[in-house]
């Protein structure tokens, strides 16, 4: 019984392993190239996609012999995202803020060290042809990140820079710990975060920190598009307003009560020779 228990377990680990291949940038991949990913030989990976592929987790193209993931995934990511708290509170609000603005509206949680989209809505000024739900982004490089920052404790902050999380997108991003507590010491004055060509070039975003029942930021709410459309020399005041707006609504949706004096609960700051 011990035997066929680990082997079970072994089968299940594997095909994890396998479904974990497939990405926004490998969405469709052969037998071989999944062979060279996990490490597993052809003929166990053909069989272990061949089930898969019974089940609709994977689905094979007779004419390309090309695998990508099939309907049962998708059931099961609409299952998790309905599962969501911040994803239930804030979809609609967050597609209204897209139709409102005519720029790209995305909602995204932090999970573990990184942020996790749960939806994101187009206006006309910022088209896209796919979905940012599902992936990831780094805190230190986008707007809805550095919202998230700002309301983590000093030590997170600084573990994150200490254990080199902070790698360098563009000239512009942030890399450096000192420069990162300055810039989160204005994101909490001001309630909003910026992110100007920091993570790809030609794109910036506006972004607010949404808050659980118990004042914790645990999700963030972003416009973005290109320079062009967001136009922040123009645009920014009347953006923020909307945006912070548009988070406090989704904050008091997930049970958060506002201070009287309007001023968030947040850690103590950085000092600003940190690091």
Known sequence: MAAESGTGTQAIERAMKLLACFSGEHSELRTSELCAATGLGQSTVSRMMATL???GYVVLSPRTGLYRLGPTTVVLGAVAL???LVHRAGRQIAQNLAQSTNLGVNLAELNGTKLFYLCNFEGAGSPKSFTMAGRSAPLHATGLGKAVLSGRPVDYVRA??????ATPFTPHTITRLDHMAAALTEIRNRSYATEIEELAFGRACLAAPIRGRT????????VNGPLSAID???????????VIE??????VALGYTPTPTGRHPHPAHLAENSG
């Open 53 to 55: 592929d019974r089940q």
């Open 246 to 251: 548009a988070a406090d609504e989704i904050s």
């Open 160 to 165: 994150y820079f200490e254990d080199a999380l």
């Open 82 to 84: 309905n599962s969501s």
């Open 232 to 242: 922040l020399p123009n645009r920014q005041r009347d953006l923020s307003l909307r």
């Open 215 to 222: 004042g914790e930021v645990v999700a963030a709410l972003s």
